[in-house]
């Protein structure tokens, strides 16, 4: 069964740190790039970030640059999102899916994960 599965997410201070796992299971991701998503109540997806699984190459969104890390697991088949100095604005339901492997950070390929949910907030 092809899936992608996120894990991760919590509730977490302003200031906080959470890091999210994407794991893939039913294929491999090599030949992939791998983006995170979010989207909040009431308003617009948006692409945060994105991984070429190929060659490591990285994008963020203005929002999250500088804050946020995507990294790669290639052995583990996971992508992984590093969230520092978090704001409250960052709440959102956080998906990983496969993407274009450069900006701009759009979903391509068809493959989603659940989604797991970030609230920041004290």
């Known amino acids: 069964q092809v899936q992608l599965v996120e894990s991760g997410g919590g509730l977490v201070q302003p200031g906080g740190s959470l890091r999210l796992s994407c794991a893939a299971s039913?294929?491999?991701?090599?030949?992939?790039?791998i983006g995170w998503f979010r989207q909040a109540p009431g308003k617009e997806r948006e692409g945060v970030s994105c991984?070429?699984?190929?060659?490591?190459?990285?994008y963020y969104a203005d929002s999250v640059k500088g804050r946020f890390t995507i990294s790669r697991d290639n052995a583990k088949n996971t992508v992984y999102l590093q969230m520092n100095s978090l704001k409250p604005e960052d709440t959102a339901v956080y998906y990983c899916?496969?993407?274009?492997?450069?900006?701009?950070?759009?979903?391509?390929?068809?493959?989603w994960g659940q989604g797991t949910q970030v609230t920041v907030s004290s």
């Open positions: 899916a496969t993407s274009l492997p450069e900006p701009p950070i759009v979903p391509s390929g068809g493959y």
């Open positions: 039913g294929f491999t991701l090599d030949y992939y790039a």
């Open positions: 991984i070429s699984m190929s060659d490591g190459s990285t």
